[in-house]
């Protein structure tokens, strides 16, 4: 959530190693801005690398969260290095090994958002948009949502989220939560080869989610976490190696089903998610899409996003 | 008190607990600070709902503050359908012909009493005559409900040491339930008169469950805050009795009961310390008939003081936990396992626990 209007925080060139190390940076993700502190040299780089095209702040009034990235504690410091993520004292998971940092602040943003971002309804789902009319790529882990999210926002998208589909009840608008994308295994050659814009952090090895890297949000993603996208369109995508491109289109209960059904916090809301996604179902054409070409299936996507506008003018 | 040494709970958590409108004084800055430290006393909820009922102290929040406010309040609604589920439920699997009255927060929910809007309850609390409660036990268990532990030194401690049976879950259900037979630990020094509780509690029309009498409502949650907690972070607890304090506490007869009904549970002590904290830290109103004048020991008070100042308030994590906050902590938990258990039977307890430990550490 913005705090303040963007003309009031010009962007500071900052070391985020030095800034991290005494009070913390502030980034802003859009939907939420984090706090985060930590003396570890090596993640601050990662940072400034992978939110190079971000607003990051010090001394900000107001985070959302506030977080710290630290060195495990005791002698096994010196046997087997490791790292730890912590919220106001609580410390959410065991300790990381030291030099996987990254990907557990990245871990740890998204558990804190999961646990507190209630005032939202929490999509499993990339969302994407082109002037101001978003897609929904809602989708069970290892479909590709994050290989075809990445490529689209290498193709001149704006990416709003990959992990969230961060849904406003109040206003049925979709706000970013913009973060880094995580790509894991195989796709993370296969982003590096779609474009040589792709800026790619280092991979991490053996992690929970076996090879995990980190896609760079692109300069006008980043400029426009301040700004909310309308849904226009849903999409379940389905990577099959090798497959043709095929579109079957989902009835809106099926839609509403399968994006409800694929939400970190339905349950919890109740009403007011069942009202929230039932309005994004009944109002937004939704896909099955397979494909096998990332190319392929974003002019469909190009097109389907044209269509539903014709017919939104129409209607 | 100097309000430097509630640390940073006393600059605008507390003023905000004692009185809602203290909102129109805070600035976003001030919001920062407040929101991490009311999440971490599980008090957001509350707050949220306090400032909710007022549009004009609502319309004073910063922006950014709003979706938190919202957050809070949408999980506090999804815990009390959780408990209103978990209440039907055991409604249908509690023979008839037992008297159950319900404690704490499911009493709360249940009386709809409008303080407690926003507490985020973590099990059900009920409580059985002793002579019920293997029937209740059993009755329960047939319904699907098992104790989360197994371990026949865990049962046994439960059993015959305290006040409670081992929590219990029933698969698929968010929240446990805990079977009293009394409100304080037998073997503690504090001795609820059964007789008497079960003499003042009243039936809920229209439920098949009762609630304890407002003075002996008020003196449970005390006994709970001081007696079966090892007192770390438990503002929220103190918040409660504020709550019950203020609905329930009317006039000096109301007073005079309170009084009387802790003397004959043996918590007249206790009740002097939470109504000294509620009043210091929350502005709760106490009466001299309430026994104002008369507190325990300088050498008890200085050392609840250090507790309450340093274990029971939250404090902001950055920088790490200061050594006086760790030493409460450690002192809290001392007091906590000395309270419930004679000398002897704590030396046994702590022994057994050690030597499980050791072996569990050895064979993993």
């Known amino acids: 959530m913005s705090v303040l209007p963007p003309s009031d925080l010009p962007r500071e060139s900052l070391s985020p190693d030095a800034a991290l190390r005494r009070s913390g940076v502030w980034i802003d993700y859009g939907a939420c801005v984090v706090r985060v502190r930590s003396p570890m040299a090596t993640f601050a780089a990662q940072v400034g690398l992978l939110y190079r095209n971000f607003r990051l702040s010090r001394g900000r009034e107001f985070a959302d969260y506030h977080v710290s990235v630290d060195f495990g504690r005791g002698l096994r ?10 919220i106001d004292g609580v410390e959410p998971f065991e300790p990381f090994p030291v030099g ?6 990245e871990w740890g943003v998204n558990w804190c958002f999961a646990q507190r971002g209630n005032q939202f309804v929490l999509l499993h789902a990339g969302v994407l948009a082109r002037g101001g009319r978003a897609v929904i790529m809602a989708a069970t882990p290892g479909s590709g949502k994050s290989t075809l999210t990445a490529a689209m926002m290498l193709r001149g998208y704006r990416l709003l989220s990959d992990e969230f589909g961060v849904l406003d009840p109040s206003t049925g608008e979709l706000r970013p939560m913009l973060k880094p994308v995580a790509l894991k295994n195989r796709s993370i050659d296969v982003i590096r080869g779609f474009s040589p814009d792709a800026v ?15 896609l760079a949000p692109d300069a006008a993603s980043a400029a426009a976490t301040g700004r909310n996208a ?16 095929q579109l079957k289109p989902q009835p809106p209960e099926q839609a509403f089903s399968r994006l409800a059904f694929n939400s970190f916090n339905y349950a919890l809301l109740g009403p007011v998610s069942f009202h929230a996604v039932a309005d994004v179902a009944a109002t937004c054409p939704a896909f099955e899409l397979s494909y096998g070409s990332l190319d392929e299936a974003i002019h469909c996507l190009d097109d389907l996003l044209d269509d539903a506008r014709g017919e939104a003018d129409a209607a | ?23 129109l004084r805070m600035s976003l800055a001030d919001w920062d600070e407040t929101l991490r430290l009311a999440r971490q006393a599980r008090l957001l909820g509350v707050i949220a709902h306090r400032i909710e009922r007022e549009p004009e102290l609502l319309a004073a929040v910063p922006p950014a503050v709003h979706g938190h406010l919202t957050s809070s309040i949408n999980f506090a609604a999804h815990r009390l359908q959780m408990v209103r589920i978990e209440l039907a439920d055991l409604e249908a699997a509690l023979p008839a012909e037992i008297d159950v009255v319900l404690l704490k927060g499911a009493a709360y929910i249940a009386q709809e009493l409008e303080f407690s809007r926003g507490r985020m309850p973590n ?7 002793r002579r019920d409660l293997d029937k209740a036990e059993s009755a329960l268990a047939a319904a699907g409900w098992e104790a989360e532990t197994t371990d026949a030194y865990d049962q046994r401690y439960y059993r015959e040491w305290s006040h409670e049976l081992p929590p219990m879950r029933a698969s698929g259900h968010a929240l446990e339930v805990d079977l009293h037979h009394t409100i304080a630990p037998v073997t503690s020094r504090t001795r609820a008169d059964d007789e008497l509780l079960e003499q003042g509690r009243t039936a809920l029309p229209g439920s098949r469950y009762c609630v304890l009498a407002p003075a002996d409502q008020v003196i449970h949650a005390v006994i709970h805050l001081f007696q079966d907690s090892e007192m770390s972070g438990r503002l929220r607890d103190l918040v409660d009795i504020d709550g019950l304090i203020r ?24 009740l002097w310390f939470a109504l000294h904290y509620c009043h210091q830290w929350l502005g709760t109103p106490w009466p001299a008939v309430a026994g104002r004048s008369e507190p325990p020991r300088p050498a008890a008070r200085y050392l609840m003081d250090l507790l309450m100042r340093h274990a029971c308030l939250p404090r902001l994590a950055d920088g790490g936990e200061p050594r006086i906050r760790a030493l409460a902590r450690g002192l809290g938990q001392l007091r906590y396992h000395w309270l419930r258990m004679p000398p002897a039977l ?8 050690g030597l499980a430990r050791l072996s569990l550490r050895s064979s993993g």
Request: proline share 7%; hydrophobic share 40%; aromatic share 6%.
């Open chain 1, 200 to 214: 790619i952090g280092p991979v991490f090895c053996g992690t929970r989610k076996g090879d995990v890297a980190h």
């Open chain 1, 230 to 245: 309308r849904p226009a369109l849903v999409i379940f995508p389905r990577f099959v190696a090798g497959g043709r491109l």
């Open chain 1, 100 to 105: 996987n940092a990254l990907p557990m602040f």
């Open chain 2, 123 to 129: 099990d059900v609390d009920l409580l059985v005559a």
């Open chain 2, 247 to 270: 609905l329930h506490m009317r006039s000096d007869d109301d007073w005079r009961q309170l009084r009387t009904r802790a003397e004959r549970h043996r918590a007249s002590g206790l």
């Open chain 2, 346 to 353: 704590l030396a046994r307890h702590l022994c057994h626990k």
């Open chain 1, 77 to 86: 410091r010196y046997l087997r290095p490791t790292c730890r993520f912590g």
């Open chain 2, 1 to 23: 008190m100097r309000p430097d040494a509630r640390g940073p709970a006393g600059r605008h958590l507390l003023p905000l607990l004692g009185d809602i409108r203290h909102v």
